[in-house]
């Protein structure tokens, strides 16, 4: 049974933040800092030395949450496109793309503003990347170009199935990178970014609904 033309998309899974590890004179600054190293880190995989120190985290511990999120994202595009056997091979190459999209990613920190005690608000305009716009838009092109390549009879053993499969896979990262060529962004999305101290271990954080709203607003999924 060949693929249907257009996969069904799943909630976005989230990307935990860092925080903060300690408190300065000027707070407003440090949590800007906070909001900006966060999304530096987590979507480009950039972070200097002020940024580990201001998360109190050594560089393989940042490291490996951007890669964390490479292959949370890498579940997602499997999920989003119908790729129905996520190999390593598959998975590793997905994880590369992403990089690349990610290397696009778009934002603009705005000041900080203390809210309450233990809440600062961070304006933040976010430019969603439209790269799965664009592919969305081609997909029944791309499906039907790849069921073209494979007969009935190919399609009911497993084996066969299993190199549509890859082939399914492939054909939509070969259409991201396409489109990677001449990336667009759609309009601006302002939001604001609450920062808030765990009363527990007094760290300082972004709120995990705001980062899954970041999360989802870096690339556009339609």
Same mark, same amino acid.
């Given at each position: ?91 590793? +190459?997905?994880? @590369? &793309?992403?990089?690349? #999209? ?5 934002? %603009?920190?705005?000041?900080? /503003?203390?809210? !309450? ?69 759609? +309009?601006?999305? @302002? &939001?604001?970014?609450? #920062? ?5 271990? %007094?760290?300082?954080?972004? /709120?995990?609904? !705001? ?12």
């Amino acid at each position: 049974m060949k693929k249907a033309k257009r996969a069904l998309a799943l909630a976005l899974a989230l990307v935990l933040a860092l925080s903060l590890a300690g408190c300065s004179t000027y707070m407003e600054d440090s949590v800007k800092a906070l909001v900006q190293g966060n999304l530096d880190a987590v979507y480009l995989g950039e972070y200097g030395e002020s940024y580990l120190e201001l998360v109190d985290a050594t560089e393989a511990e940042v490291e490996q949450i951007y890669l964390d999120g490479l292959n949370v994202e890498a579940e997602y595009f499997a999920q989003y496109f119908n790729i129905e056997n996520l190999t390593d091979e598959i998975r590793a +190459d997905i994880v @590369e &793309m992403y990089k690349e #999209v990610y290397s696009h990613s778009k934002f %603009e920190v705005g000041e900080a /503003s203390k809210m !309450d005690d233990s809440t600062y608000g961070v304006k933040l305009t976010v430019y969603p990347i439209d790269v799965m716009q664009r592919v969305i838009d081609e997909s029944d092109a791309i499906v039907d170009s790849v069921n073209s390549q494979f007969t009935d009879e190919q399609l009911a053993t497993e084996e066969g199935y299993a190199v549509y499969d890859a082939a399914w896979a492939q054909a939509f990262i070969d259409a991201c990178y396409d489109k990677l060529a001449s990336v667009g962004y759609l +309009d601006p999305e @302002e &939001m604001v970014v609450q #920062v808030t101290q765990d009363p527990v271990d %007094e760290l300082w954080i972004i /709120s995990d609904n !705001d980062f899954q709203r970041i999360d989802t607003a870096i690339i556009y999924y339609p």
